[in-house]
């Protein structure tokens, strides 16, 4: 399928997502959150891709944001549906069974904080600047932000980026935790391949429901969540992978996993 927005390609089992609206730094239109939508529900299905890197087409950005000239005119039902449209395209992308990575290789603002945010990870490139700058323009973080956050940094820290829109660079994504990794510009996608690949050659039926474990585990209370991983955990007992990974331990050799979900 082609895309007007994105770039996509599958190699060695990874699938590449490029953001490519460089001119506007890739910010966020409904025709791209259409596409971005496109392009998850086809990876949801491909047993062959086990884990997917998002980044941003050009030098300067990953994304800067939903895409502002779209925005201003937009009516309070018509403002509704683009932050709903985003939100369930980033749910989509965070509900993925394969590991999703963001390869942050420049500015992540406002909608695009909140892209990398649906990722399980973010890694950085040293010019990263990552920021919640909606306060700045009248409105309020509206892709999911108020609520990965502080999920993610915690409240007090989520509170400090959303009401001051202050960015923030790489090594202090870092420290509060919301970047996983800081890479130099020119290899920060080798960082995000050598991570995919360190994941892909784990059990992949474990890596998957434990991603599922956490990402929907946050969402209940306590005690059901703990059921739910115990049911989950219960479910790779029905997987050659569990017998091969402990027969393999035993033995003393590397184990060859093939389960996906
Ligand atoms: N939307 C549309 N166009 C953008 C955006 C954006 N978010 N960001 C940059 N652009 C465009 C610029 O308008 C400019 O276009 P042109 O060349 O036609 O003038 C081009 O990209 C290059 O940008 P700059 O010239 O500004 O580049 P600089 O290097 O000087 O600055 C910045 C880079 C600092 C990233 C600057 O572009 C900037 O501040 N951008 C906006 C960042 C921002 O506020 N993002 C948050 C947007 S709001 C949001 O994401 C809310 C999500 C929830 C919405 C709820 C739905 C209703």
Redesign the pocket.
Known sequence: MEYENLLFEVKDGIGYITINRP???N???GATLDELGTVTAELGGRRDVKAVIITGSGE??FV????????RD?SPA???Q??RK?QTVFSAIEHLPQVVIAAVNG?A????C?LAMACDLRVASEKA?F????V??G?????G?TQRLPRIVGRGVAKQLIFTAE?IDATEAYRIGLANKVAPADTLMAECEAMAKKIMSKGMFGVSLAKAAVNDGMNMDTESAFKYEADLFALCFATDDQKEGMTAFLEKRAAVFHDFF
């Not at 603002?109 to 695009?112: F, I, P, T």
């Not at 920021?131 to 909606?134: A, L, N």
Request: aromatic share 6%; no cysteine.
């Open positions: 001119k506007a730094l910010a966020l239109n300067k950005a800067a944001g939903a895409d502002i000239a779209q925005m937009q018509e403002a509704r683009f932050s985003a500015f603002l406002g909608g695009g909140e600047k920021g919640q700058p909606e700045n323009l409105i309020l973080p509206s892709f932000g960015p």
